[in-house]
């Protein structure tokens, strides 16, 4: 079992910064991808970004240039920086880890709760 739990949401003004947090916890042992996912009301839930064990990012077009993933091993952690904030990036932002499951030869997915990104004036 995996455990995430991210932190970092809040109400911020359009052009600001946020820097989320997913505090990893469990059997890390196997996460090949970490990734922040989010989900505004009747949208269905989307990638933002991802990270391999390896460093390799990926970033959905939308927030090219202006959000940054990142990760910790030393703290189990794993950052989402926003900067720029639009109004459209308001949803909730989830933390996802993938995991190869040795026992059973397939990858798992685990969730952590959610965070939520209000971007307004």
């Known amino acids: 079992q995996v455990h995430l739990v991210e932190s970092g949401g809040g109400l911020v003004q359009p052009g600001g910064s946020l820097r989320l947090s997913c505090a990893i916890s469990?059997?890390?042992?196997?996460?090949?991808?970490m990734g922040w996912y989010r989900q505004a009301p009747g949208n269905e839930r989307e990638l933002v970004a991802s990270?391999?064990?390896?460093?390799?990012?990926n970033y959905a077009d939308s927030v090219k240039g202006r959000f940054t993933i990142s990760r910790d091993n030393a703290k189990n952690t794993v950052y989402l920086q926003m900067n720029s904030l639009k109004p459209e990036d308001t949803a909730v932002y989830y933390c996802?880890?993938?995991?190869?499951?040795?026992?059973?030869?397939?990858?798992?997915?685990?969730w952590g709760q959610g965070t939520q990104v209000t971007v307004s004036s």
């Open positions: 469990g059997s890390i042992f196997s996460i090949a991808t």
């Open positions: 996802k880890a993938r995991k190869f499951e040795a026992g059973v030869g397939i990858f798992n997915n685990y």
């Open positions: 990270i391999t064990n390896t460093g390799t990012t």
